[in-house]
């Protein structure tokens, strides 16, 4: 098993939230509709979700899971870059050139829907994601610490 580090501990603890959160999500909303059928609920009150959206999530956090192997400090750094232009994308997408946090749905892409508070949690994901990888040092595959 690789040894600790940060980008290894972002990929593990949410990459396990991510997809904890995917499944949570199909309890409260499972549909797939998309455009203007799209339909999302609510998880706790505070994070907007439907279908597609708890794939997203099941996906990214599976992907990290699996990169928290050998490859935790470029997934975290994927994945926080990723999560930095969902925010971006989110706030466009929700913005009315205020900054309070607003109960209504948006819609990204046609398909996921959003709202301020996803979109300060994608930001939070996004800058935590890209310290954890810069945190972490690269290493040198291939050498061999023993010596002759």
Known sequence: MAESSPARLYCLLVGAV???AGIIGFF???SFATGTSLISSNVFGVLAVNGWHNVVHIGIGALLLVGAGSAARTSALAVGF?????CILGF???GDGSI???????VLIK???VNNE???LHLILGLTGIL???ATPKTSLGRSTATA
């Open 18 to 20: 991510l997809v904890i």
């Open 28 to 30: 409260y909303e499972a």
């Open 82 to 86: 990723l999560y930095v232009v969902l």
């Open 92 to 94: 466009i997408a929700t």
């Open 100 to 106: 309070g946090f607003v109960a209504e749905n948006k």
């Open 111 to 113: 398909l996921v829907p």
């Open 118 to 120: 996803d979109n300060v």
């Open 132 to 134: 954890a990888a810069v």
